[in-house]
Nanobody, 115 residues
Framework: QVQLVESGGGLVQPGGSQRLSCAAP????????MGWYRQAPGKQRELVAI???????HYADPVKGRFTISKDDAKNTLYLQMNSLKVEDTAIYFC?????????WGQGTQVTVSS
């Protein structure tokens, strides 16, 4: 079973920064579309950012200018750099990889923004 392993969540103060990582097997990382979703308590899961098989990235409006998605092909790792964090960014963050009509999900990592 393919597993995506997330890390980097935790508690951060408003205005702070945090970086999430998502490690994946090389067999699914190359030539894949990948990104991050999040789910806040009582809300539906929403797309945060997506990056294409190249380096084209797209962001949800609430995080534009604050979050940056990137990947390291040599390490088979996807990242989400989050700056200027707000209380409303509090959620469980899930990474995903879509390749050959199959979607793989990370286990989720909690990000809590609070003073």
């Amino acid at each position: 079973q393919v597993q995506l392993v997330e890390s980097g969540g935790g508690l951060v103060q408003p205005g702070g920064s945090q970086r999430l990582s998502c490690a994946a097997p090389s067999s699914i990382f190359n030539r894949a579309v990948m990104g991050w979703y999040r789910q806040a308590p009582g809300k539906q899961r929403e797309l945060v950012a997506i990056i294409s098989t190249g380096t084209n990235a797209h962001y949800a409006d609430p995080v534009k200018g604050r979050f940056t998605i990137s990947k390291d092909d040599a390490k088979n790792t996807l990242y989400l750099q989050m700056n200027s964090l707000k209380v409303e960014d509090t959620a469980i963050y899930f990474c995903y990889i879509y390749r050959l009509s199959t979607t793989y999900w990370g286990q989720g990592t909690q990000v809590t923004v609070s003073s």
